[in-house]
């Protein structure tokens, strides 16, 4: 049997996402992140959702592997909310 090599990007892109649109499981408060000089979370997370717009940071939830990295890494609490999805929502995980 041979066993395919896939990248990083590869194995995200088999994961499913049931998106809570009315319930985000992370909340941010940016006035907060604003003031947060090393940012980790722009480097923690292992789906890259946080990034930079402009001096803003920008955070997308719904390719969230909810791993915790950035709960465990926002230092200043400027993550306000962070919970599991509801029921049903979130993410599966598929083997490649
Ligand atoms: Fe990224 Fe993990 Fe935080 Fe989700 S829980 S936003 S995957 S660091």
């Not at 940016?30 to 923690?44: E, G, H, Q, R, S």
């Amino acid at each position: 049997m041979t066993v395919k090599r896939q990248s990083p990007e590869e194995l995200l892109g088999l994961n499913k996402f049931m998106v809570d649109e009315e319930e985000p499981h992370i909340v941010l408060d940016k006035t907060i992140c604003a003031k947060c000089k090393d940012k980790p979370c722009l480097v923690v997370c292992p789906a890259v959702l946080y990034t930079l717009k402009g001096e803003e940071i920008n955070f997308e939830y719904a390719g969230c592997l909810e791993c915790g990295t950035c709960r465990v890494m926002c230092k200043n609490k400027g993550i306000i909310k962070w919970q599991y999805p509801r029921g049903s929502f979130g993410v599966s995980f598929r083997c490649g």
